[in-house]
């Protein structure tokens, strides 16, 4: 098949499309579609937000605080994977609940009637939000579910119609009859297609009280709880279409039939590149809608004479340019405040006044602000008009280093170009996190948890925050206390000026900490040891960074140095993790079913039950001896039977909380896990040790002086570090070298 052939068969594809699409049609088949589906066809800019939200759907996402609502619209989940990998949103479950909460209301109350300010510190993904919505309308509207449509007025020639339209000449028979259209008419019939910016309903060529009945008539049929939106039942044409129809009105008698012949209906696509219905704007100091007069602009000279002589205006400006979807006022706060001030009345009255019309708005206007300017801006003396017309949502800073790594895993590494190791972004984000910390208030909590809060450093805060897990210093039965308590402290400072996640190193600055680490001429890669000698440059600029000028507070609160000693040690934890798992010494399985075959063991135990042998068959009791050199190797100092009532406690207190799910022994007894694993590798660390030296001799110095036997376990262990958790020979010498030089140094001498 030649080129021509693929030419020809993308083009017939492109017509069919066009036409199956229903991207042009006539009053009346505009007609016959809207009453295939009343409420789809005349939604205004809220309705169709909020039903684009409930389009792509909505999951529960359990996190250590509680169960959220994620709309995935914020998932992006209609681009390519790695598109959207890069642009979704990661988190704020509750800033997406809250913009969803505000569409209800605007729903409910018949149009978009106050301004969302999504406000917090810089770099919150505040933009983010913005421009997911965007996307997802840019979609939403590709869809059937979410066709929008607007009209323009078609004038044809003389050839086609002669005198027909009354402009000009004598009346006569027409060639088209009555209920014919104008809409479909080829380009060479038509002399003037007249565009109409501002993206009026189809239904507004109906007369109001007759276009309330129909509305009225056809929702009840439809079965809705809702009324028709404000927008749709007491709308009216803008002024240029207003003009040109009362002139057609008038030419024609008065009969709107034949006005309507000169409808054509046009399907239109939501677009942040041209500007349809999806709208970013600056902090500009500019009114963001005008006019200006068309009538003497000489490409519409086609237009019947009694057109021309007959002063039209169109309008222009982003709220022009935004009906019908969003328009994003970023950092409006940095505006002066007479260069919004119009937005009082706006969403007051959902208009706003031009030179000689009032232009209907038709848009969800989401702002964005920092916290620094919010602030400024309640003491303002207009503040307290304003707050009315304000849908204040804050979007603060993530709090878990999951997702915080998430977002760096995302958007940054992709950009580093090199083999990125395990660990360097959650080094930057567990770093980032624990700079938003704030002291929880332990005045607030009763009994046993006001000391356990009191006690709470940012560190245990932070994996509370990330894992829901406790710290492991803590007893069972404290251990549940605390855990019961994580929503409480997540939300303590929602009614302070200085919530948590309102001060801290923003994603922005741990961008630039990765990329200069990336360029590191120590490293051949972004390794998490140059991430954190970027943070130790970091922190020597404490007056370029507000965070790291807040005064050290107990518990390690705003301790920098503290925090890069944590991270570290964490950092070298898991280097000695992997390399225990990647000697093969002992299988990683044997732990989990040691303590599963224990808590077996135990159940029977406090029920007082034999348990069966798998072996011989036969009931046995359980086994005493097991039980207690598995409670030796957990470091128990409590009573044997006190200990394992408490077990079965937390696993009864697990499985109400999460009912009909299996019990998952690693989530539950983690630090069991963790306390097992150490203690069954303390005699075996000065072998892993060896073996560690000769992995940096293997990858450093080709294997020097290493027999066969000591060169074949070092290889093993570095292929298990390649394939089990990504590590490169570069990264993974690294690793080695730190170990030995931070930790096995002595076990080595």
């Not at 003389?158 to 009859?177: D, N």
């Not at 304000?390 to 170009?417: G, H, K, M, N, T």
Request: proline residues 4%.
């Amino acid at each position: 098949m030649s080129i021509v052939d693929d030419l020809r068969e993308i083009a017939e594809r492109v017509q069919r499309e066009f036409e199956q699409g229903r991207r042009l049609l006539s009053f009346q088949e505009y007609l016959e579609l809207f009453g295939s589906d009343p409420l789809r066809h005349s939604r205004d800019a809220a309705w169709y937000l909020r039903d684009a939200f409930d389009h792509y759907g909505r999951e529960t996402v359990e996190r250590p605080w509680g169960k959220l609502t994620r709309f995935r619209l914020f998932d992006l989940p209609f681009l390519e994977q790695h598109e959207s990998r890069r642009e979704a949103l990661i988190g704020q479950e509750a800033v997406q609940g809250e913009i969803y909460r505000a569409l209800s209301n605007f729903v409910r109350e018949g149009r978009p009637n106050r301004v969302v300010l999504l406000h917090g510190p810089n770099g919150s993904a505040k933009s983010t939000v913005a421009a997911c919505i965007m996307r997802a309308l840019e979609h939403y509207s590709m869809q059937d579910e979410g066709s929008l449509y607007r009209f323009h007025w078609v004038f044809p020639n003389e050839k086609t119609v002669r005198g027909a339209i009354g402009f000009g000449g004598k009346r006569s028979s027409p060639v088209l009859s009555r209920e014919e259209s104008f809409a479909h008419l080829p380009e060479e019939d038509i002399d003037a297609r007249l565009f109409m910016e501002v993206r009026d309903h189809p239904l507004f060529l109906l007369p109001r009280t007759e276009r309330k009945r129909l509305l009225e008539r056809m929702y009840a049929d439809a079965g809705s709880k809702e009324p028709p939106p404000s927008w749709v039942l007491r709308g009216e044409l803008s002024h240029k279409s207003r003009q040109v129809f009362e002139s057609l009105l008038s030419t024609y008698d008065g009969s709107l039939e034949q006005v309507l012949r000169h409808v054509q209906v046009e399907r239109y696509f939501i677009s942040r590149r041209y500007r349809v219905g999806a709208v970013s704007l600056g902090p500009q100091l500019s009114v963001d809608a005008g006019e200006r007069q068309i009538t003497a602009d000489r490409s519409l000279g086609a237009l019947p004479s009694a057109l021309q002589a007959v002063t039209l205006f169109e309008a222009f400006g982003e709220l022009v340019d935004a009906a019908g979807g969003l328009l994003e006022f970023s950092d409006i706060l940095k505006r002066p405040l007479d260069a919004f001030k119009y937005l009082q009345i706006t969403a007051e009255t959902g208009e706003v006044a031009l030179r000689s019309q009032s232009l209907h708005v038709n848009c969800v206007m989401l702002a964005s602000g920092n916290e620094a300017h919010l602030s400024a801006f309640h003491e303002h003396p207009e503040f307290e008009s304003f707050r009315g017309r304000l849908e204040l949502v804050r979007a603060p800073y993530l709090l878990s280093w999951l997702d915080e790594q998430a977002i760096y895993d995302a958007q940054i590494a992709p950009q580093v170009r090199t083999h990125v190791a395990p660990h360097a972004t959650q080094m930057a984000a567990m770093f980032a996190v624990l700079t938003r910390m704030r002291r929880p208030v332990s005045e607030r909590y009763e009994g046993n948890l006001r000391e356990l809060v009191g006690e709470l450093t940012a560190v245990e805060k932070m994996d509370l925050y990330a894992t829901g897990t406790p710290p492991l210093r803590l007893e069972d039965d404290s251990r549940k206390l605390l855990r019961s308590a994580i929503e409480a402290l997540y939300r303590e400072s929602e009614s302070y000026p200085i919530y948590e996640g309102s001060v801290g190193a923003s994603p922005r600055e741990m961008r630039t900490v990765l990329l200069d680490a990336a360029q590191n001429p120590r490293f051949s890669c972004l390794s998490p040891l140059a991430v954190l000698e970027e943070l130790d440059a970091l922190c020597e600029r404490p007056q370029e960074y507000a965070f790291l000028q807040e005064e050290k507070l107990p518990g390690g609160y705003h301790d920098h140095a503290l925090f890069r000693r944590a991270i570290r040690d964490r950092l070298l934890d898991s280097f000695e993790d992997e390399f225990r798992i990647a000697s093969g010494l002992v299988d990683e399985s044997r732990y989990n079913d040691l303590f599963d075959r224990y808590v077996t063991h135990v159940s029977f135990w406090v029920k007082g039950e034999k348990i069966r042998n798998a072996v011989t068959g036969q009931y046995e009791d359980p086994d005493e001896r097991m039980m207690r050199e598995v409670e030796t190797l957990l470091g128990n100092s409590e009573e044997p039977a006190d200990f394992r009532h408490s077990l079965i406690g937390t696993i009864a207190a697990w499985a109400i909380d999460h009912p009909g799910r299996p019990i998952d022994h690693t989530q539950v007894f983690a630090g069991h896990l963790r306390r097992l694993r150490e203690a069954a590798f303390a005699e075996r660390r000065t072998l892993v040790a060896k073996l560690c030296r000769d992995v940096v001799i293997l990858l450093r110095e080709e294997g020097a002086g290493l027999n066969e036997a000591r060169r074949t376990a070092a290889d093993r262990a570095a292929n298990e570090l390649y394939q089990r958790f990504g590590y490169e020979s570069s990264s993974a010498g690294d690793a080695a070298a730190a170990l030995i030089r931070e930790r096995f140094h002595q076990l080595l001498t």
